[in-house]
Antibody
């Protein structure tokens, strides 16, 4: 069974860059799309971005100007960078695999446990 | 990017059936067959319960079922059990090749 593990600093200062890595184990990163999703404390889930193993990406329009995601197939890792963070970016950040069905790629079938990132000075 | 609309809370007694709605627009829920549902126990990873509107992944109880009519999708939990108490989120593909989640529904088993 595919396993995903997010890692990165748990505390980031305002105006700095949040950087997270998702390591995929027990499965290959190839041939799938991978996504980042976050959940601010007490709020709902918010989709951030996705990336194909080949490197093509798409981002949430509300975050697009500050977000970058990348993939390293040699390390089986996906990364997220969010610039100019504020307290509003405090959240649990999840990485997830986008599943495939006969119909297409419209769901998230494997998720990491999530990592809490707090933005504070 | 506006979220899909779900009721904040739904409750039911053990053994009863409950339904959670997820309302979007023709640009997301109504326009595509890519609605999925997730069960989320606080502190744990969300779990896929339904994909492509009405399909259950292997291992998910058949007490969970999904449907869609127009711009509104629904998740029904039949034979409600204590372990079903959790937050539930819908998600949909949206035009522009993006994804959007619902506002979330807290299910309480009375």
């Amino acid at each position: 069974q595919v396993q995903l593990q997010e890692s990165g600093p748990g505390l980031v200062k305002p105006s700095e860059t949040l950087s997270l890595t998702c390591t995929v184990s027990r499965g290959s990163i190839s041939s799938y799309y991978w996504s980042w999703i976050r959940q601010p404390p007490g709020e709902g889930l918010e989709w951030i971005a996705y990336i194909y193993y080949s490197g093509s990406t798409n981002y949430n329009p509300s975050l697009k100007s500050r977000v970058t995601t990348s993939v390293d197939t040699t390390k089986n890792q996906v990364s997220l960078k969010l610039t100019s963070v504020t307290a509003a970016d405090t959240a649990v950040y999840y990485c997830a695999r986008i599943g495939r069905s006969v119909a297409g790629t419209g769901f998230f079938d494997y998720w990491g446990q999530g990592t809490l990132v707090t933005v504070s000075s | 990017q506006s979220a899909l609309t779900q009721p904040a809370s739904v409750s039911g007694s053990p053994g009863q059936s409950i339904t959670i709605s997820c309302t979007g627009t023709s640009s997301d829920v109504g326009g595509y067959s890519f609605v999925s549902w997730y069960q989320h126990h606080p502190g744990k990873a969300p779990k896929l319960m339904i994909y492509d509107v009405s399909n259950r992944p292997s291992g998910v109880s058949n007490r969970f079922s999904g449907s869609k009519s127009g711009n509104t999708a629904s998740l029904t939990i039949s034979g409600l059990q204590a372990e079903d108490e959790a937050d539930y989120y819908c998600s949909s593909w949206r035009s522009g090749s993006t994804y959007v989640f619902g506002t979330g529904t807290k299910v309480t088993v009375l």
